[in-house]
């Protein structure tokens, strides 16, 4: 998937980060540890001082989330659905004790949907 170009804070064009960042992406970069962002910036071969730009622009932040829901091919639960995810953990919590556990076996219910 090539790079896409967005305007840096200053108005000037530069490379926009990967839907990839997603998962990791704080929304003040410099607040995260210097070598995951170093980490980062080789992996989506991105300039180290680009990054630091990222997610000034509030609508750089909104579009980017709107692409990777796209890319990722998610969509805003409806209430039924909610209510659904509601019992099939409750009812899992009975079970388990472990938040991380329930966590993993909602996004595993969501995902076979």
Known sequence: MPRP???GPDGAGGPALHPALARVRPDDVASAPPAAV??????LQIPLGELRFYGERKQTRTGHRREVTRYLNWKPAKTLELKELDEFLLARAVEHDSPSLLFRLACEHLAAR
């Open 38 to 43: 170093a980490r980062l910036s080789e992996h």
């Open 5 to 7: 170009q967005s305007e």
